[in-house]
């Protein structure tokens, strides 16, 4: 990957006290990230202020030198500048150079900024539209940024704090604000309960009936391929304006008694709510008449009507792996149960893969999942190793396209807003059936969703880690025992930004042969290859058993449950 694990730094006072570590000693140590939970500086506009110098120039004042990397900045430089770059150094540094911000990426990735690897190795950055942070300086900003506690455009004297609005966060985060039955959403595993419609005192629930207004609390619910709530808890004073470390990293097991944000939705409304004053109730209200004007815009209406996105410009074809494997080409039977060969092996999401039929080698090609990253690239680029005619050197799931007809279908997963093999194969098997030439129904996520596509009625159990809603206990246990979920338990997608070696393998101890040289397994050998990786071994070992331990207390994963594959090391001396 791309990412190198730097530690980002802030410049704000830290608060974290004896007791909170206490509570939650710490598994992550000395070359792992982990969020500092740090209150940012109250500026009215600019946080920053007493760290960071800021000024603004352009393509003329800030050039790139002759030799070397960089930019120099010549601010005597006899010009009209267009002042369309805004450039920063930290204060009292041994480094007096400035560095251009560039506009924080749009995504809804949670964890620490990393500096790009190219850049933190002294090179200039190979990678165009790099998500990764150039400098200090920017991921100071965007962490700021993020939070919204930054207005970058109210530095020169701009407006002031656009976006400390609810109308302008939910413009950025979509979705809407709504109150539901806060005890149901406690409850483990999670429950999804309204407000009764026939009698307004109780939550929907059948079973529990909770007094709805004593009950209540404030989520915002985003809708996608996915379902995603977030609970808002009312801002109080001694609140930190940070991300919890823990729930990013592993689910904090304080829950509403941790006075840190537990999302990125929630630390803004705290934001707001600091500034302002707006009640919960508010909130709600200003949701509701965002979405009632947002449906009735021109702009939405085209978004809505405008979703015709075409097939691919290649044949696409789910086959049995199985069969693959040997060099046959066959598909499933008419009751798509079994593969057509005499075999008949098990047509399952597990046993077929895709494949395409290249144009130029008149050959079918098969193609991996789409790459499970925090942001997908504006544009998918072809590994190196693979265009040199190499194979991949790459450890784990490489992220750049292994053929054409790869890069290609993930293009088109892109924008379609499909990140699922499984969820194009059921959009390709919809489309089939139907005969309709566009695929209208799958975007999901370029949708704008009315105030009544919330209004769901009561989910007797929903997966938080996986954003699915299941309505009856036998749904919920094929659920949360599917190797997809389980997946889910331990994995998060800042992991491979984060881990520089191999995945544990559960042996915690060094290789005699690696380090006398004469260990030829490589890759496959189940012992650490040095310090550094048993070191790392150990931490992310500490951090697989957080997660699992959170996932059963939410009761995301059976009881009796302890087949886990490549994980199951974790529970040998848990049980």
């Known amino acids: 990957g791309k990412g190198t694990a730097f530690l980002f730094r802030t410049n704000s006072p830290d608060i974290s006290n004896a007791n909170l570590k206490a509570s939650f000693p710490d598994p ?28 603004q120039a352009c393509q003329m004042c800030f050039t790139k030198p002759v ?39 749009k995504n809804q990735y949670l964890g620490p900024f990393f500096l790009c690897k190219d850049i933190s190795q002294g090179n200039e950055c190979s990678y165009p539209n790099c998500t990764f942070a150039y400098s200090q300086e920017e991921i100071d900003v965007w962490t700021q940024e993020r939070m919204g506690t930054f207005c970058r455009e109210a530095l020169f004297g701009g407006k002031v704090k656009t976006s400390l609005t609810i109308p302008h966060l939910l413009q950025e985060y979509q979705g809407t604000f709504v109150f539901i ?46 379902v995603k709530y977030s609970k808002i808890r009312p801002y109080e004073a001694n609140f930190a304006l940070d991300l919890c470390r823990h729930e990013v990293r592993y689910g904090c097991l304080r829950e509403d008694g941790c006075f840190y944000a537990h999302s990125l ?38 978004l809505n009507s405008s979703n015709n996105i075409g097939s691919p410009n290649a044949k696409i074809k789910f086959v049995c792996g199985q069969c693959w494997r040997n060099g046959q080409v066959i598909e499933a039977d008419k009751n798509k149960k079994y593969c057509s060969a005499k075999a008949r092996h098990q047509w399952s999401k597990d ?5 395409v039929m290249s144009n130029e080698r008149k050959k079918w090609i098969s193609i991996r999942p789409y790459p499970a990253k925090k942001q997908a690239p504006l544009q998918f680029e072809m590994c190196n190793h693979i265009a040199s005619g190499k194979k991949c050197q790459y450890i784990g799931n490489c992220s750049f396209a292994h053929s054409p007809e790869e890069k290609e279908i993930w293009t088109y997963m892109k ?74 338990v331990f994995n998060c997608e800042e992991d491979q930004h984060i881990w520089q070696h191999r995945f544990p393998t559960g042996k915690f101890i060094i290789c005699e042969r690696y380090v006398s040289g004469k260990c030829t397994e490589g890759e496959e050998c189940n012992f650490a290859h040095g310090n550094a990786e048993l070191k ?28 886990f594959g490549k994980y199951s090391f974790l529970i040998n001396d848990l049980n």
């Not at 007094?211 to 809708?223: G, M």
């Not at 949708?447 to 206990?473: M, R």
Request: aromatic fraction near 6%.
């Open 415 to 488: 924008e379609i807003g499909v990140q699922d093999m499984e969820q194009l194969y059921e959009m390709l098997m919809k489309k089939e059936t139907s005969g309709k030439g566009d695929v209208a129904s799958a975007q999901v996520n370029k949708q704008i969703h009315l105030p009544t596509d919330y209004a769901e009625t009561t989910v007797d159990f929903h997966c938080w880690l996986c954003g699915k809603n299941c309505n009856s206990e036998r749904q919920w246990k094929m659920h949360i025992s599917s190797d997809k979920h389980k997946e889910k």
């Open 536 to 563: 790392e071994w150990l931490e992310r070992t500490q951090v697989l058993r957080q997660k699992l331990s959170k996932a059963r207390k939410d009761k995301l994963i059976s009881p009796d449950d302890n087949d």
């Open 265 to 302: 939705v929630e630390l803004r409304v705290w934001v707001i709510q600091k500034e302002t004053g707006i009640s919960l109730d508010a909130i709600v209200q200003e949701s509701v008449k965002c979405s009632a004007v947002e449906t009735c815009t021109p702009e939405s209406q085209a």
């Open 181 to 226: 039955c806060g005890k149901c959403f406690d409850h483990k595993p999670r429950i999804i309960s309204k407000e009764n419609k026939d009698n307004g005192f109780f939550c929907s629930h059948p079973g529990f009936k909770h007094v709805f207004q004593e009950a209540k609390c404030l989520v915002h619910i985003k809708l996608g391929l996915t």
């Open 28 to 55: 992550l140590i000395n070359g792992v990230p982990s969020f500092s939970h740090s209150i940012p500086i109250t500026k009215d506009i600019n946080p920053l202020e007493d760290t960071h110098d800021f000024r």
């Open 67 to 105: 030799l070397g990397i960089g930019h120099i900045f010549t601010p005597g430089l006899n010009h009209k500048c267009k002042k369309d770059i805004i450039i920063c150094r930290i204060k009292n540094s041994t480094d007096v150079s400035w560095k251009k911000i560039r506009p924080r990426p």
């Open 351 to 355: 046993h077929r893969i895709v494949l």
